[in-house]
């Protein structure tokens, strides 16, 4: 009953954080955090329980990732797919690089929950420029790219993050055996994801019923999850590729080839937004009660030491995504950005905006909720807790600053509106 309790009173705290938030202007994100945090201060009705991995990752990370595939404009990957995926690929690779190396000098942890850290690092989302609004004044070509990248950083990230976390307990294997595991999630994974989308399209398609078809919907991510478990590839790789098949087939509605009908599509896309919504508000709610406990079990790692460390992996994270987002933006065939007094933004200013507006994501929460809470032989794995508490740290943190920095970069780099009706 106590398990009941807690899911109960923590979607009745999300849902009256996000109405508190509306109402005061208070990043949603930080609201949520901030009552995670407080309610362990409440006597009695909130137990104390610790939050079980395998809960994130079969149920918390499924709809949540599906959720912010499905939310994809239809018309996005017809142009912007291979330049926001290629590029997304490259952030993710790059800063889980990076950032892994950076918190083992730093911390002088496990390498495996340094290199889980890195992960945790690496996946970022255009959240607070969606959030605040500031996304339908910037040009297409920068929130385009931004929201491809939805595509393949969950992708990486979370196939590492998932083998990361098996790799508990042992010592770290190399690059050539985290290259295979990806090869085959790319491969084998997507493949079956392919094969989940087209036939849920069919089954779709056959029927006129808004509420099978969403009760379809919301099955996929978890039927996705489980199919990958089943080849032995990673549960996210069939779920991404069965949810960008959906969304490929749904753009060419135009060519009468609905896998919905209209009241279908907009249940189901206000059940989705409502999930993501819901398990973001969650994940951060979460967040916000192990972050306590976390740092009380770092044992000979002070929280200040924990804080810089986390303050210092955000300013990697930026550097690296400016040094990539300069690269790409300077190539001849990347498209200008139009500035709002005529002629074109800089690339170098360009690039302070993309990676200003790439916010840690809340899968970063799952990512480190989701490490076992002992090793193979049952001790307790102690560098879960310090892994926790900079991931936490680095997504609070990187929220709060870009609701207070972005939308003065958008002034200072000032790009100009364009024609979004092609």
Not at 233 to 255: F, K, M, Q
Not at 316 to 327: G, I, K, R
Request: net charge neutral.
């Amino acid at each position: 009953m106590a398990e009941t309790r807690f899911v109960a009173l923590t979607i009745v705290a999300v849902a009256l954080l996000l109405a508190l938030a509306r109402l005061t202007k208070i990043p949603p994100s930080i609201a949520w955090f901030a009552g995670g945090l407080a309610s362990i201060l409440l006597p009695g009705p909130i137990p104390e329980i610790r939050v079980n991995p395998l809960i994130v990752l079969g149920l918390v990370l499924p709809p949540l990732l599906y959720a912010a595939i499905t939310n994809l404009p239809p018309s996005l990957l017809a142009r912007t797919a291979w330049r926001g995926v290629a590029m997304g690929a490259a952030w993710t690779l790059a800063l889980t690089a990076a950032c892994g190396y950076a918190a083992y000098l730093l911390l002088n942890l496990d390498p495996i929950a340094c290199m889980a850290i890195g992960v945790a690092a690496a996946v970022a989302e255009p959240r607070v420029l969606t959030e605040s609004g500031l996304a339908d004044r910037l040009p297409p070509a920068i929130t385009e790219s931004l929201s491809a990248q939805l595509a393949s950083a969950p992708l990486l990230g979370v196939s590492l993050s998932i083998w990361t976390a098996k790799q508990v307990g042992n010592p770290f294997p190399g690059l050539l055996p985290i290259a295979q595991t990806l090869a085959y999630d790319l491969t084998a994974g997507c493949a079956a994801g392919i094969a989940l989308g087209l036939a849920m399209a069919a089954l779709r398609k056959r029927l006129d019923n808004p509420a099978t078809e969403t009760a379809l919907s919301l099955a996929t991510p978890f039927a996705a999850a489980a199919l990958g478990e089943a080849i032995g590839a990673s549960p996210i790789a069939p779920l991404i590729a069965a949810g960008l098949t959906l969304v490929v087939i749904r753009h060419r509605e135009a060519l009468n080839t609905e896998i919905a009908s209209p009241e279908s599509r907009q249940l189901t896309s206000d059940l989705w937004r409502s999930l993501d919504t819901l398990l973001t508000g969650t994940l951060f709610f979460l967040m916000g009660r192990a972050i306590p406990e976390a740092l009380a079990g770092t044992h000979a790692l002070p929280w200040p030491t924990l804080a810089l460390t986390a303050l210092a992996l955000m300013t990697l994270c930026w550097a690296v995504q400016f040094a990539l987002s300069w690269l790409a933006l300077a190539h001849p065939r990347s498209p200008p950005i139009p500035h709002a007094e005529g002629g074109c933004v800089p690339s170098w200013k360009a690039a302070c905006l993309l990676a200003g507006g790439s916010g840690r994501n809340v899968v970063a929460l799952a990512i480190a909720l989701a490490l076992p809470t002992t090793l193979p032989n049952g001790d307790p794995f102690w560098a879960r807790d310090a892994v926790v508490a900079v991931v936490a740290l680095m997504v609070v943190a990187s929220a709060g600053l870009q609701w207070v920095g972005v939308p003065g970069l958008v002034r200072w780099v000032r790009p100009g509106a364009e024609d979004r009706a092609g």
